[in-house]
């Protein structure tokens, strides 16, 4: 375990050079759009690198590892196959930045597309996403200062939510594609390093003769519950990415000609990740580390085996990888209410000035609420987060019809999320977390193939464009 004021000094040392960067950056921030997209002119190696870096959360460095130990080699390949999400997501980008010029958040697209009811449904299911990732982020902060230094979990926590609060309020999202960038080397060079360290050191031989002694069901291709997550998984990856703002919003900011490469890029950079992070999981029973708690098991077992410096290399991958993550959460929902609830529900005619220092005052108050929820840490981050699978995995049909099909029935959106959501919720209560992502899509494809055979209009396509240039001139 790290000594506790190193691991202090390294907590603090990363917050003091992110939030002066991020000052740094936010100097020449002046308007609502250059805060909320960058000026909507991001380059391919920045959007390439954001993306990647946003995708390697607490889920990716800590989750993995703890799926891996719970279901074995389904465990790791089924997560990794969440690099489904940004590959499929590219061509996507590129038909949002065509149908809607001038868009802020996937509100927009829904609210503009579907109509009012559809577009409350939406925001719902987005802002239950949005919370319960921030708080599974805030969650893994506190739990990895926890298990490297011993220090205290709400320490940790309220150091790395404060930190990404600060700096994403001074830069907005420039900011935050700034020190992603950053972070994405990082991650990358620590991940690999530690990968092969794990490997040479413990070797695959020792591992496979453990857990065909010990834990044979983690190596058994047939094992029904990892079966059932694998396919569980691709669709919560699709339904996360599909439907949340920080992957829309990144959209409208990357350059029209980069947003489907740089997706495309970052999806196959991002798909070894979670192999080589869930691999060092199964070292767990070879080394006798036996956590408590299955979310910790990828830090004990690194630091077990790479000792203090692997502990102090660890401690550095995690933090930037729950930084990436956190600060373009906090970005993107704060943008989400700012659009959709703020400037479309309460003041539309909010002025820009209206809008820059409310969504400001938007990212404090997310940062506040997510330490609250943070405080009791009544769940594991892999129960907290596929909970939320229900909810995102009935979004893909809808925004799929959405844009590419001209008939469709507009409330048939809003009935499809609605009834996936609930269907998946009672999967994931009665049956177990696996299923509620693969129910909740099944069942609104089933409503959306409906809608789609009941309408009789087609959607004319420039009431997107036409839509979001009259929100914009506002």
């Known amino acids: 375990m790290l000594d506790p004021t ?121 802002l239950v996403y949005a919370m319960s990732w921030l708080v599974s982020l805030g969650m893994a902060g506190g739990i990895v200062l926890q298990s490297l230094s011993g220090l205290n979990y709400h320490l940790g926590m309220s150091i790395i939510l404060a930190m990404c609060v600060v700096y994403t309020l001074f830069g907005g999202l420039k900011a935050v594609i700034a020190t992603d960038f950053i972070q994405a080397v990082i991650i990358l060079c620590g991940v690999i390093g530690i990968a092969i360290y794990t490997l ?155 809008r820059l220092r409310r969504g400001k005052q938007l990212i404090l108050l997310l940062g506040l609420l997510t330490w609250l929820l943070c405080l009791p840490k009544v769940a594991t981050l892999g129960a907290l987060l596929n909970f939320a699978g229900a909810f995102v995995a009935s979004t893909i049909w809808p925004i799929l019809f959405g844009l590419y099909v001209r008939r469709f029935h507009r409330h048939g959106a809003g009935v499809a999320m609605l009834l996936g959501t609930l269907c998946g919720l009672v999967g994931y209560f009665y049956i177990g977390f696996y299923v509620a992502a693969l129910i909740a899509c099944a069942v609104s494809l089933v409503v959306c193939v409906f809608a789609w055979w009941m309408a009789r209009e087609e959607f004319v396509w420039q009431e997107l464009a036409a839509g979001g240039e009259d929100d914009r001139r506002n």
């Not at 040392?13 to 002066?20: I, P």
């Not at 990794?80 to 149908?99: E, M, N, T, V």
Request: hydrophobic share 55%; charged share 10%; glycine share 8%.
């Open 6 to 126: 190193l691991a202090l000094g390294l907590a603090f040392g990363f917050a003091l050079l992110w939030v002066s960067f991020g000052w740094w950056l936010g100097r020449q921030v002046k308007t609502h759009d250059a805060f909320a997209l960058a000026g909507r002119n991001v380059g391919f190696a920045f959007a390439c690198a954001t993306a990647m870096a946003t995708w390697v959360t607490s889920n990716t460095t800590l989750v993995a590892p703890q799926l891996t130990y719970q279901f074995g080699i389904w465990g790791m390949i089924g997560y990794a196959c969440a690099a489904f999400g940004l590959i499929l997501f590219a061509p996507l980008s590129a038909r949002i930045r065509q149908l809607l010029p001038h868009g802020y958040t996937s509100g927009d697209f829904m609210r503009l597309r579907f109509g009012r009811f559809s577009w409350i449904v939406f925001l719902i299911i987005s």
């Open 200 to 354: 040479s050191h413990v070797g695959l031989e020792p591992i496979h003769a453990t857990l065909s002694q010990q834990h044979p069901m983690l190596l058994d291709l047939l094992f029904p519950a990892a079966m059932m997550f694998l396919f569980n998984n691709i669709f919560f990856g699709l339904g996360e990415i599909f439907h949340s703002n920080v992957w829309w919003s990144r959209a409208f900011a990357f350059r029209a000609n980069v947003a489907k490469r740089a997706y495309l890029s970052a999806g196959l950079l991002w798909l070894p990740i979670p192999i080589v992070t869930g691999f060092i999981a199964l070292a767990a029973p070879v080394i006798g580390v036996y956590p408590a708690s299955a979310d910790m098991v990828g830090p004990l077992v690194a630091s077990q085996l790479l000792g203090y410096a692997g502990s102090v290399v660890l401690f550095i991958v995690v933090f930037a990888a729950l930084a990436s993550s956190l600060d373009s959460l906090l970005a993107a929902t704060a943008d989400l209410l700012n659009q959709d609830v703020y400037y479309q529900l309460i003041n539309p005619k909010a002025s820009d000035a209206q």
